[in-house]
Structure formats: C-alpha cells, structure tokens
C-alpha cells in the first residue's frame, strides 16, 4: 500500500511540475532547449516517447554511467485510475560524481542521483526536463564543487543531445 502511495505521489508531483506555464519558460542559444526560472530545463526531442527513452538509456550506458530505474509514471497514474500524458522518469547517474555533491551538502541527496522526465506534451511533442546543475548548487550553496557541476552540466547535455533536431544540436 505504502510503495502504491509513493508511486503516486511521484506521478502527482511531476504533473504539478509540468504544469507551470511555458511562459516562464526563457530560451537558450539552443531552439529547443529552455531553462525555467525554478531551474527546469526543458529539451524538444525530434523523436517519439519510447525512440528518446531508448537513445537515452542507451547513450547513458554507452558512457558506463549507471541507470538506475524508468518510471513509467503514465502507466502508475492508470493503475490508480488517474489520466496522465505519456510521461516516463530516468534515474541514473555516476556514484563517484554525485557523491562528490553529497560530501559538500548531504542535502543535496534529495537531487542525486539524475532524474530526467520525458513527456509528450498534448500537441505529441516529446520533451525532456531535468534540473539545472548551477541552479542545485545554488540551491544547496555548494561553492566548492565547481568543476564537478561543470562535468554534470556537460553529461547531461550530451545524453539530451541524442534526442534534439540537427538544427537545435547545431544552434548549440
């Protein structure tokens, strides 16, 4: 009963999240990259739902990072009898990097390790959201982990970058 609970709360959760209004949103150098005010970062994807997961998952393993788990959170939100767009969390990461977080802030546990949502919004578009490093720092008040959030940054811009247009990856 417990585990059904948090299953829907996350799915709850998420759904809150998406919903803030794409006006807050402001644009990168990328077209189809945005960064939210509460440091949301949003990627279009050129692809399907399941076709990001996958050049995801894959270019994650590709990298030797570990992939922790895929909420299909779609899928927990029927289950409980509640209608969710296609909407799917990836949970990975690198213990060596994130646990450098961590040890500045145990805090920071609470965005460790990566979680990126993929969605499909109600016009079928597919996008990615994850946190944005700088904005964790901040929020934790880590100073003293620059580099170690410089080389988060640079990974999951290349893992979202297996599913953004060639005109977006060019932008860039």
Known sequence: ?????????????????????????????????????AGIIKVKSAYSLDESIARMKQDIAAKGITFFLA??????????????????????????LGSQFITSNPQSGLDWPVRLLVQQDDNGDVWAYYTDFAWIAHRYGITDREAQFKMASSVVDSITSTIRSRQSAMAQ
Do not use: H, W, Y
Request: proline share 6%.
């Open 71 to 96: 909420v299909d959170q779609s899928k927990l939100a029927a289950d409980a009898g509640i209608k969710l767009r296609p909407s799917t969390l990836l949970v990975f990461g690198n213990p060596a």
């Open 1 to 37: 009963m417990f585990e059904n609970l948090c299953k829907i709360a996350t799915a709850a959760t998420f759904a809150i999240v998406l919903a803030a209004p794409a006006t807050s949103l402001a644009q990168t150098s990328a077209p189809q990259t945005m960064v939210s005010e």
